[in-house]
């Protein structure tokens, strides 16, 4: 099956500093991405998307870069504040309503 | 202003014991999801409807069933939950069509706990 998945499971960094979390994918027919943020007890929450035929999108304090040629995507925040401590996942899209997701970062900011 | 509505916000049901987990939406959407997340890991697809069209995973068991019975609710039916069922199971909702845009809006999600 088609799968999307992050290099890392877990993500520990300051309070300020810039956060990178990765995600590769493996259907170079997916046109469409997204990332979410799930806190504990909670649905998905949608940060950013990007589609297939962009290459940078850039949100407040978020930006997701997205290699097709290494079918690799990132999502970028900024200034990481401990309200963003959570657990990330990106989502690519297949078969024009489907999603598949990665396997989660969680990400730890420490004050 | 609630949009993706799920009841209960916790299950608890005994090992074999049916059970029915319920979705609603106000925002008309063309598309619903079911998926299960089990701890620590992503959201799994189950199954959607696009309008009244049920799309079914290959390795979703026969154990789930859903529902669609009007563009407002969906219901998840397990039959014979078993302890591996024990998950958060989400439900989703996509505008569709030609025109419509692309991001899933997710419920809270039910917590099911099977004993």
């Known amino acids: 099956g088609e799968s999307v998945g992050l290099h890392l499971p877990t993500l520990s960094v300051q309070e300020g500093d810039n956060s990178i979390i990765n995600c590769a994918y493996s259907n170079s027919a997916s046109d469409y991405f997204i990332w979410y943020k799930q806190e504990s007890g909670k649905g998905p929450q949608f940060i950013i998307d990007i589609r297939s035929n962009m290459d940078k999108r850039q949100g407040q304090r978020v930006t997701v870069l997205l290699n097709k040629t290494v079918k690799h995507l990132s999502l970028q925040i900024a200034a990481t504040q401990p309200g963003d401590s959570a657990v990330y996942f990106c989502?690519?899209?297949?078969?024009?309503?489907?999603?598949?997701f990665g396997s989660g970062t969680k990400l730890n900011v420490k004050p | 202003d609630a949009m993706v509505i799920q009841n209960p916000r916790y299950q608890v049901t005994q090992f074999g014991k049916p059970v029915t987990l319920s979705c609603s939406q106000t925002l008309n959407h063309n598309v619903m999801y079911w998926y299960q997340q089990k701890s620590s890991q992503a959201p799994k697809l189950l199954f959607h409807?696009?309008?009244?069209?049920?799309?079914n995973e290959a390795d979703t068991p026969d154990n789930f069933q859903s529902r669609r019975p009007n563009t407002s609710f969906c219901f998840l039916d397990i039959r014979s939950p078993g302890l591996g069922d024990a998950a958060m199971y989400l439900c989703?909702?996509?505008?569709?069509?030609?025109?419509?845009?692309?991001?899933?809006?997710f419920g809270p999600g039910t917590r099911l706990t099977v004993l």
């Open positions: 989703a909702t996509l505008p569709g069509g030609l025109a419509g845009a692309d991001t899933q809006y």
């Open positions: 989502a690519g899209r297949y078969n024009f309503n489907k999603f598949y």
């Open positions: 409807y696009y309008d009244k069209d049920f799309n």
